[in-house]
């Protein structure tokens, strides 16, 4: 049986933003690395997860309060880091993410058009 290759369905920008992910009901501090619309990865400052499910919370640095992702499942791990999947969120969240990396995009269309 052949190995299931999935691809991402929306384009990926780096980060670098304050997050927390949740495991064994303890928030433990993080990065994230680069995110989309439906995932994120995650440089993690502590102990790495073993649970296959998460909970996010992150800081978008143009906007105010937290981001929380209420369920996400890990998709693989390397050394420090993870990749997440976004399985629940809020319509909040997720309006507040798409806005957020629209900008984003836009803001690297306008220095590449220079």
């Known amino acids: 049986m052949k190995p299931v290759v999935t691809r991402r369905m929306y384009r990926r920008v780096s980060a670098e933003y304050q997050s927390y992910y949740l495991m064994d009901q303890v ?4 990065v994230i690395r680069d995110i989309s619309l ?5 440089q993690s400052l502590s102990e790495l997860p073993r ?3 998460v909970m996010i ?3 978008l640095p143009d906007q105010q309060g937290c981001l929380d992702i209420d369920q996400a499942i890990v ?3 390397r050394g420090q880091e993870f ?6 969120l809020s319509n909040e ?3 507040r993410l798409a806005v957020h990396i629209e900008r984003v ?5 306008a220095t590449a058009a220079v």
Do not use: C, M
Request: charged share 20%; proline share 3%.
């Open 51 to 53: 649970n296959p499910l």
């Open 105 to 109: 995009l836009e803001q690297q269309s």
């Open 75 to 77: 998709r693989w791990v």
């Open 83 to 88: 990749d997440v999947q976004f399985v629940s």
């Open 57 to 59: 919370r992150l800081w």
């Open 93 to 95: 969240a997720d309006f």
């Open 38 to 42: 439906n995932g994120v990865r995650i």
């Open 27 to 30: 928030l433990r501090q993080s």
